[in-house]
């Protein structure tokens, strides 16, 4: 499935018919009213801010002082480990949760005064929902369909995440990755002007989050807004326009994914562990090799930061041969935000 | 139900705004609404106010009101669940037809008489297995407590000049089965009576267990179903996480609630109509007042019920849980509120408690209308008591109601 514009184009022929219909007056009016409140808005051009937010939980803090700000129209992801705080930071963007301190304005709005307005204008999809078994996924997303204003129709959506074969099957029987593509019919369902997702490819297999990221190019080619989290660096690196590393509750960095990438200076990462009784020779040696940012030793791996690859392995390969240690492993990739974080923390997103 | 309709806010402002997204072309969205802007300014001064919804049908993308969108998909979810169906519909027949077999309605039940077997015993069981009514059972002397005991007998006949009755006394149906046992042999023996009374034997319906019984199970049956269906689901849907999706969404929290009720609704009229249908047909049970004044007190019922369920699964979190306050309610109704035996026969002191409860309510009234005939004007009480439990529970429930 590809994001096309097919849907989208019949979408907005579908809205310009209506357009050029005669109005009743009254529902003019109304128009007119909803019109203003968001010209207002628009001259925001911050679609989430959030300031100072900190919650706790009996023993552990899971939130602690977090700042944000997410412009309008972009894809925001929210990266960190499990535990980091990702689910209870967007869980009170999605006012679902109160912090304990700290300020929320999500579309220029507040939870406190505006709930009704903002549930309107949201898509949300949570982690670890499980719709009903037995509904079938038209029934699904008629009934969420049923709680919004206004919205796109029930038959394109389905079309949209390409479950069209399925829409007369029970939840029950679909698989992962159709599951979780129903949960962002869902969300997308009330056409909204922002979109929270919160792991939304956590499990699935990489041909259906391919599915689920081709989905939601579509939704930001109707200049929709998206804050997402995960702790898949290549989803925030394929998805993402900023990026907001998370630890331990607290942004640890923000920026572009190629940002924050070039902020460790270097662009590969060689990774090399010695054979069994061979000690490799000391961290500052290699250091000194031209075109080494940053050596880092841990669990008997060595990790070097390098900018160009072609001159530093022969280098790194001579040194090793003159020490007299043998390699057990070596490898070389391009420096990742998994780079970014293991700089950041000394560990590794999958483990830490 | 103001709610059901919303103002739609259709393609059209859909339009608008993302037109003003783009400096460019902000012009085009402003002058489609150019003309006839005086209305627009009238309407929407008339729209100012608590809330700006108007009434007009919303296509709602091809999806009913919310309300009765989530009634249907409770529905559903309710009919594809065999077990559901199960509880709902065939446990009562199953049950009325056990009672039905145990306390059969045609003829009467015979007393039952033990011979002990000794010498002489066989005259005597000879002299009663003519007489019409008595079955007689041999029993040997040394089991003769057990028989008694256990109501295989109800009477044992100790042959002898005269002979021996041995019964307990504290039984009914002993004392009965010794007079007509007494007056079998006395007779056998040649005793002359002075005269012989004539017998006038009325049938009168709606006098049987059975009849006194069918009501109850009726109201056990709205009971039950109306606490184990509303508090179960709930707490499977927020186990599920599904609550918390659902008020992450712009649904109103009070139409979840009241669709667990609506859908409730709509299956009472087939359990009622299915057990009542059974009790009068199969069982002969007379029905003498209104299917109206049955209707209506069967709704009051379930909603009492059904607001006890949520009440109850307010904030529950797992079926354990659950399980365990829902037998703490319905226990001491299923023994006090009149079901099997009739209420009555708790001490003074405990009656106004056992008349404030639901289910004694809705027992009370619907044996009144359905074996007595009563109107609806009779019953007032009991609807008053279950409408007041239905409505407080309801109330509470949305207080207490944990989402997440």
């Not at chain 1, 903002?118 to 996924?137: A, F, M, N, P, Y």
């Not at chain 1, 689920?212 to 997402?228: K, N, P, Q, Y």
């Not at chain 2, 009229?269 to 209506?296: D, H, K, T, W, Y």
């Amino acid at each position: 499935m590809g994001p096309g514009l097919g849907p989208e184009s019949s979408a907005r022929s579908m809205t310009l018919q209506i357009h050029d219909q005669p109005l009743e007056p009254r529902v003019a009016g109304a128009d007119l009213c909803f019109r203003k409140a968001r010209v207002t808005e628009c001259s925001v051009a911050i679609a989430v801010r959030c300031e100072g937010l900190v919650k706790r939980y009996s023993d552990v803090v899971a939130v602690d002082g977090l700042s944000l700000e997410v412009e309008r129209g972009e894809c925001f992801g929210l990266l960190g480990p499990n535990g980091a705080g990702k689910t209870t930071t967007i869980e009170i963007l999605e006012g679902l949760l109160d912090p304990d301190a700290g300020t929320v304005e999500v579309l220029g709005l507040r939870w406190r005064t505006d709930e009704r307005e903002l549930r309107q204008r949201l898509g949300i999809q949570l982690q670890e929902t499980q719709l009903s078994d037995k509904l079938s996924v038209r029934e699904t997303v008629r009934l969420f369909r049923s709680f919004y204003e206004r919205g796109r129709d029930v038959e394109e959506v389905i079309s949209l995440v390409a479950l069209e074969s399925k829409r007369a099957s029970w939840v029950s029987k679909l698989s992962g990755g159709q599951k979780q593509r129903l949960a962002v019919a869902c969300a997308l369902v009330g056409d909204p002007d922002l979109l929270f997702l919160d792991e939304p490819t956590t499990g699935l297999d990489p041909q259906s989050r391919r599915q689920l990221w081709d989905l939601l190019a579509e939704f930001r080619h109707r200049s929709g807004t998206i804050v997402i989290t995960t702790h898949y660096m290549d989803e925030a690196q394929v998805l993402c326009d900023r990026v907001a590393i998370i630890d331990l509750g607290r942004v640890i960095a923000l920026g572009s994914p190629r940002e924050l990438i070039a902020s460790l200076g270097a662009e590969h990462v060689i990774e090399f562990a010695p054979a069994v009784g061979d000690v490799p020779p000391p961290p500052d040696r290699l250091r000194q090799l031209p075109g080494v940012c940053d050596v880092r030793v841990s669990a008997g791996v060595v990790s070097l930061s390098v900018t160009e690859l072609h001159t530093v392995l022969p280098e790194l390969l001579a040194v090793l041969e003159e020490a007299g240690v043998k390699l057990s492993m070596l490898t070389t990739h391009s420096a990742s935000l998994e780079d970014v974080f293991v700089k950041l923390t000394g560990r590794h997103l999958r483990d830490a | 139900m103001r709610h059901e309709a919303r103002e739609p806010r259709g393609g059209e402002d859909d339009e608008v705004t993302r037109h003003e997204g783009h400096e460019g072309i902000r012009h085009e969205g402003h002058e489609a609404h150019e003309e006839g802007s005086q209305e627009n300014l009238r309407a929407l001064r008339a729209l100012r106010g608590p809330d700006r919804r108007v009434l007009r049908g919303s296509p709602r993308g091809g999806a009913w009101p919310p309300l009765l969108e989530l009634t249907r998909a409770r529905l559903y979810e309710f009919i594809r669940e065999p077990e559901a169906i199960f509880w709902a519909f065939v446990f009562p027949i199953v049950m009325a037809i056990a009672l039905g077999i145990a306390f059969p309605s045609t003829g009467e039940s015979p007393v039952i008489v033990g011979v002990e077997q000794t010498p002489g015993g066989e005259r005597i069981r000879e002299g009663l297995s003519r007489v019409d009514g008595i079955v007689v059972r041999d029993v040997a002397p040394d089991r003769v407590a057990q028989a008694l005991r256990d109501g295989q007998v109800q009477v044992v006949v100790a042959p002898g000049d005269p002979p021996t009755y041995r019964f307990d006394p504290s039984r009914a149906e002993s004392r009965l089965a010794r007079l007509v046992v007494d007056d079998a042999l006395k007779r056998a023996a040649g005793r002359r009576d002075p005269w012989e009374a004539r017998e006038d034997r009325i049938r009168i319906a709606g006098s049987r267990y059975v009849d006194w019984l069918i009501p109850g199970l009726l109201g056990m049956d709205i009971m039950s179903t109306g606490l184990w269906g509303i508090a179960f689901s709930i707490v499977q849907a927020r186990l599920r996480k599904l609550l918390k999706r659902l008020i992450a969404s712009p649904m109103r929290k009070r139409d979840y609630l009241l669709a667990q009720l609506f859908a409730r609704l709509a299956f009472l009229a087939g359990e009622v109509s299915v057990l009542l249908a059974f009790g009068a047909l199969a069982l002969g049970m007379p029905v003498r007042g209104s299917l109206a004044a049955i209707a209506v007190l069967s709704l009051m019922g379930a909603l009492a019920f059904g607001g006890l369920g949520l009440l109850l699964a307010s904030r529950v979190r797992t079926f354990e849980a659950i399980s365990g306050l829902l037998n703490l309610l319905m226990l001491p109704m299923w023994i006090l509120s009149g079901v099997f035996f009739s209420s009555a026969n708790f001490p003074e002191v405990m009656q106004p408690v056992i008349h404030a409860l639901p289910l004694t309510a809705l027992n009370d009234s619907l044996r009144a209308v359905i074996l007595e005939g009563t109107p609806l004007s009779g019953v007032a009480g009991e609807v008053a008591i279950m409408g007041a439990w239905g409505i407080a529970s309801f109330g509470l429930a949305m207080r207490m109601f944990k989402w997440s």
